[in-house]
Structure formats: C-alpha cells, structure tokens
C-alpha cells in the first residue's frame, strides 16, 4: 500500500480497505474532476471542447514534470481537496460526510490519467462512460476492487456463468486471506461495509442485475475506448471480451 495516491501495487504489502463510503460516486467524481482542471488552467471544461481542455490539461501537467496525458494524476489532485470541502462543491449537508466524501472521491480519481478526468469531466462524455471511469478509478485506486473485478466479475462473464452473489465474494475474500492477513483482522461490521460498497459500486456501473444478481456485459463506446487503448489493462475490469472492440 504504497502512499495514498494513484493505482495501488500491492506486492506483498496491506490491501487498501477504506472504501466504507459511496458506492461508485460518479456525479462527484465528475464534479471534482472539472475542478481539477480549472485550477489547471484549463478553464471551465463545460465551456470548452474536450480536445482544448484535453490539451490545457497536458500543458499544466508537463510543467509538473508529468511526461504526457496518459500519466496518472497522482498526489496532484491534492490541491483541490480543501476548496472544495470549504466551498462544499459536493453539496453535501455535514461537514464530517462533506469532508470523508470528498477524500474518498480524490484518492480515487488519483489513479486517473489526466486525459481520463478531462473526458469525464468534458461535455462529449455520456452519463455510462463517466460511470465506467469512476469504476476504473476504484478498481486501480483498490487492488482488491480490481482483482475481484478480473478474477471473479470478469471471469463469470467469460465462461458463462453470469450468477455472482455474496458467497461468491466470500470464497475470494478467503483466498485472498492467505496472503493478505489483514483481510481477517477487520471488523465484521467494516467486512460488510466493504462487500455492500462493492456490490454496490457495481450495479451503478451496470455491471450487477442486484434484483437477479446477475452479470450484467459491458460495451464501452468508441471514444472511451480511444482512451483507455492507452492503458489496455483497464478493459479487464469489465465483463466483456476485448475482441469484440
């Protein structure tokens, strides 16, 4: 669990276990998203083409000493976190839930490239693929959220068998346990926090019937996967066959 920012590399360290809060959070990935790019410089992304703001963006970062837009944001998209708990950009009516949400969303969208948070926050991208970045974003920003997603979601979909239910996650979180200790040290009220979360998260995607409890297949539109032919490991998190693209 190498710092708290961008994708998580586990190797042989602790499973990131703090997503308790949300499901999927797209509007609010979507929100701070467009956030982040205006204090790039990249104006009001709603105003301004995808390319242009795709383009600002890369400039902003460049300086940073990013080498191009398919690098991940990072511990960069720090410097909103405080504005928009103080300017309560979520709209959320507590300050201790504005504060944890807003947290949780900015790790999340760390694990981003900045040419991803351009496209969901831009006007060009549609309410499905703003929700697929966000799964993609839990899926890096989680190691456990994205093996469960190839391992288990995705692996369902392929052999033909699209029933996935709780005991389905109890057998991976059971192996995953040995090697992950930590995953027998929570709590059982975090354990069920984290199940309800993922599961969660997933039939927001449209990823999980949750009424059938059912996989439900994936077709990302051509321009998400113009961009996310970029970083190609991304399409494993979906349940869809890659030759179909």
Known sequence: MAGSYGAETTQGERYRLSFTVGGLLAPQGRALAEMYLNRMGCGNAEHSSQAKATEKAAEKVNEKGYENTSEEVGESIVMIRQQAIEENVLAIRTD???????????????ALTVRELAYLAGPDSSISDREALMWIAMCRYYAIVGEFAVEVLKKHYLVGNLHLDFDDYARFIANKATWHPELETISEGTAKKLRSNLFKAMAEVHLFDKNSDTVVSFLPSPS????????????G???MRESSL
């Open 237 to 239: 998190f979906f349940p």
């Open 224 to 235: 998400l996967t113009d961009i996310l032919m970029k970083r190609p490991d991304s399409f």
């Open 96 to 110: 201790s839930a504005n504060r944890r949400v807003v947290a949780e969303t900015t790790k999340r969208l760390s």
